[in-house]
């Protein structure tokens, strides 16, 4: 019986550090999505010159990042959520901070854009993460 009560115990903190850790993640996206908004000019610069609508693209992110917290808050479309935030980061990979890692001259700032792409890779690996786990978090 003690046994049943430990891990009973056990699985129950899991799953509030689950959630705490989802709840953060969604108030840094918050955080990011604001900024998008208020700070269009900033964000403008890291959307590839070969995509069109230009500062729509940071409104769009914007409103995904946002759009994506309140679903992992609210524990709503957590699957599809997370999904789609896997593919905005994922893509910032392979469209923004892969090419400029590749083009950039000075070793400090290849050193940033090489932090960019492990940092938005490892987020998205937790979004993928969280997709396949929907239903347990």
């Known amino acids: 019986m003690l046994n049943l009560v430990t891990l009973n115990a056990c699985v129950m903190k899991e799953q509030t550090l689950s959630r705490i850790a989802v709840i953060i993640l969604a108030i840094v996206l918050?955080?990011?999505?604001?900024?998008?908004?208020l700070h269009p000019d900033n964000m403008i610069g890291y959307v590839p010159?070969?995509?069109?609508?230009?500062?729509?693209?940071?409104?769009l992110v914007g409103a995904a990042f946002i759009i994506v917290a309140?679903?992992?808050i609210l524990h709503k479309r957590?699957?599809?959520a997370s999904y789609i935030l896997a593919i905005i980061l994922f893509s910032f990979v392979l469209l923004i901070h892969l090419p400029?890692?590749?083009?950039?001259?000075d070793i400090d700032l290849k050193q940033q854009h090489l932090?960019?792409?492990?940092?938005?890779?490892a987020i998205a690996?937790?979004?993928?993460?969280?997709a396949a786990n929907a239903q347990k978090i």
Not at 100 to 105: D, E, S
Not at 125 to 130: K, N, V
């Open 70 to 72: 309140i679903a992992l």
């Open 49 to 59: 010159n070969f995509l069109p609508g230009g500062k729509i693209w940071v409104y």
């Open 125 to 130: 690996a937790f979004a993928l993460y969280l």
């Open 115 to 121: 932090i960019s792409i492990l940092k938005d890779s």
């Open 30 to 37: 918050i955080a990011f999505g604001i900024y998008h908004f």
């Open 100 to 105: 400029n890692y590749v083009n950039a001259g």
């Open 78 to 80: 957590v699957k599809i």
